[in-house]
């Protein structure tokens, strides 16, 4: 399991830095009341919902590719509307990322501050795919992609970069990465982990590295 996960994080790694764009500029809040943390990732699984509903958007992407078109469709024919759980992920996310790539010979890198921290935010954002790319396959992958979505957004609620995964009744958990820019940017990104044990696998994975926690918000 380990050595699938760091083959998994490298692809996904790889692919991220070849389609990165550069940073989006956040909009300014309104008047009105700022959403939460939690109402924001609740607006990107909608938007990721009304993704799936989309067969032209499909289309466009992977023709008539039927292995992950039966996947989009399941997904779209899911309940998002209210989670039954959400969790947060937190703690030293540079560090695990330093023990999920030690496999890796890396003595002859230079790498700044700077650049670990870039790093390990791209590891951070890439957990969900990661995992879904580990434990299901390259068909539930493409389509984790298709409808992964990301906002930026101004928040003084974040302290941290961090990750909040909700959990659904009789539906794939959905993961969103938020993480921290300059005066209070916030970028946020949301997958679809397909694996309905998400946390729970998670937990257990997690427990021999000890550097990040699970808590459940609500």
Known sequence: MKKIMKIA????LLSQMAFAGGGAHPKK????KPKTLVEQGLSLISLMREKAENKNLFKMYFG????VSNIVQEIAQQDFSKPSAVYRLSGDF????????IAFDTSDMELSSELKEELSKQFLSA???TWTASKAGEYQL???SLLTCTKV????ELSQDCIFVYEFPDAYPVAVCFLRGEDNAVMAQS???IDKDFIKSLQDFLEEYDVITIKKLQ
Request: net charge neutral.
């Open 64 to 67: 008539s590719n039927d292995e």
């Open 94 to 101: 540079t560090t695990l990322f330093s023990l999920m790539t």
């Open 29 to 32: 809040a309104k008047s009105s």
């Open 127 to 129: 957990i969900a795919t």
């Open 142 to 144: 493409a389509a984790s």
């Open 191 to 193: 997958s679809f982990v």
């Open 9 to 12: 994080l490298a692809l996904v």
């Open 153 to 156: 957004f101004v928040s003084k």
